[in-house]
DNA sequence: TCCTTAGTTCAAAAGTTATTGAACAATTGG
DNA sequence: CCAATTGTTCAATAACTTTTGAACTAAGGA
């Protein structure tokens, strides 16, 4: 950790709301929900915007609670805050990416990956 | 029916996020859910926002195919889509509403009322 | 050390949303 | 018909949000 992270009963709901509402960041929460577990780097969702509008909405999505970004190296490494999430919004994050996984006009990322067993 | 809705299959997850993300407008539909299948008048909600405004949000709410309004007399009868918005985000809307109910900072209509047994 | 990679910050511009008051329209009760 | 009630529309403004490019920082490898 070392960014600013709203601590899990700061995360407000009208925000957390108002930040997936944004077809970018959805795009961004739907991925990091599809490789859960798995930290990614910001250079992953570069075929959403440009880095410096990343930099922007990568920063919402954590300043709300929604992710976490953990510096290390000249990376950010980041996940989605799901315990914290489902904690506060029993059910709110997987209805909503279940809803946008139903909805092919929503922009996404790395729909067409290879897995990668470990 | 008279004012302009979309239909079930119109109806867009980020704008129904981003429309939910707004305060007063979820303090409409958690009141809205609370009395499911009363339609209620705008009036009822003229303790969250001046009447001007209140059109305004209301209409957001309409647009986005969170509500249906209809005309009757000078009033508008106000119901809230469950049935469309359970069919195209299923779990959506509980979880949204659990949540606002679960948080005591969020504004709300109606709190203090008499329930009257028909 | 120098260069590259990864991402941030800043200020400006563009775009959008929210709020307001005054004026308007439609319906209904007296 | 008149007045009151209910809500809309319009234009203005205020307040945010998003997007951009240029400049920057920090870490790591050659």
Redesign the interface.
């Known amino acids: 950790m070392s960014l600013p992270h709203p601590t899990a009963d700061q995360i407000?709901?009208?925000?957390?709301?108002?930040?997936?509402?944004?077809?970018t960041r959805?795009a961004i929460v739907r991925y990091l929900a599809r490789k859960e577990g798995v930290p990614l780097n910001c250079s992953k969702f570069l075929d959403l915007a440009s880095k410096t509008n990343l930099s922007y909405h990568l920063a919402k999505l954590r300043e709300a609670g929604v992710t976490r970004s953990e510096a290390v190296g000249t990376s950010r490494l980041i996940t989605l805050r799901r315990d914290d999430l489902d904690k506060?919004?029993?059910?709110?994050l997987?209805?909503?990416i279940?809803?946008?996984d139903g909805?092919s006009?929503?922009p996404a990322v790395g729909t067409s990956e290879v897995e990668v067993s470990a």
Do not use: E, H, Q
Not at 88 to 92: D, E, I, V, Y
């Open positions: 407000s709901l009208p925000i957390v709301l108002a930040v997936l509402g944004d077809p959805l506060r919004f029993p059910g709110l997987d209805s909503v279940a809803a946008a909805d006009t929503l």
